[in-house]
C-alpha cells in the first residue's frame, strides 16, 4: 500500500520551533523510523510552504495512492484551494495536527479541509502520524 505524507507551512521547522509542542526533532527522523516500524506500507515524504505545490502534490499522487496524510499547517484554517483539490482527487485523505487544534487559539479550531477528509488525527505530537498509520496498516 501506498501513502504519501504531506507537510505544510513551517513543518520543515519541527526542530526549531516550539519544542515543547513538537519535540525538539526535525521531521525525517521520525519519517525514517514510521518506515521501519510500517514496512508494510511504501512512505512517501513531501514537504512545502507554498500552498501551489501543496495542490500540486495531492492532485499528482491522489489518484494513484491509497491514502494521503495532510498536515496543511496554517493552511488548514485558511485554503479553500486545498478544500477543494482534496474533494477532486480519488484517495482517502487524512488530516494531520500535531497539536489540539480544538484546545489552541480561536482561528484554529475551524477547520476548511475537514469536511473533505477521511478522518482526522489531532494532539498526539509526532504519534499523531503514527496513529494515523496504524489505522490504516493492513494487519489492522
Request: proline fraction near 1%; charge should be positive.
Amino acid at each position: 500500500m501506498k501513502v504519501l505524507i504531506i507537510n505544510g507551512p513551517n513543518l520543515n521547522l519541527l526542530s526549531k520551533r516550539n519544542k515543547d509542542l513538537y519535540g525538539g526533532v526535525d521531521f525525517d527522523y521520525h519519517l525514517s523510523k514510521f518506515k521501519k516500524e510500517f514496512k508494510e506500507i511504501s512512505i512517501k515524504y513531501f514537504q512545502s510552504n507554498i500552498e501551489g505545490e501543496i495542490i500540486d502534490a495531492l492532485q499528482k499522487y491522489g489518484f494513484s495512492y491509497k491514502y494521503i496524510l495532510l498536515n496543511a499547517g496554517g493552511y488548514t484554517h485558511t485554503s479553500i484551494a486545498i478544500r477543494d483539490a482534496i474533494d477532486l482527487i480519488e484517495c482517502k485523505v487524512i488530516e494531520i495536527h500535531m497539536t489540539n487544534i480544538y484546545a489552541r487559539e480561536d482561528f484554529r479550531k475551524k477547520s476548511l479541509i475537514s469536511e473533505k477528509c477521511y478522518a482526522i488525527f489531532c494532539g498526539l505530537g509526532i504519534n499523531t502520524y503514527r496513529a494515523a498509520l496504524q489505522s490504516i496498516s493492513p494487519y489492522n
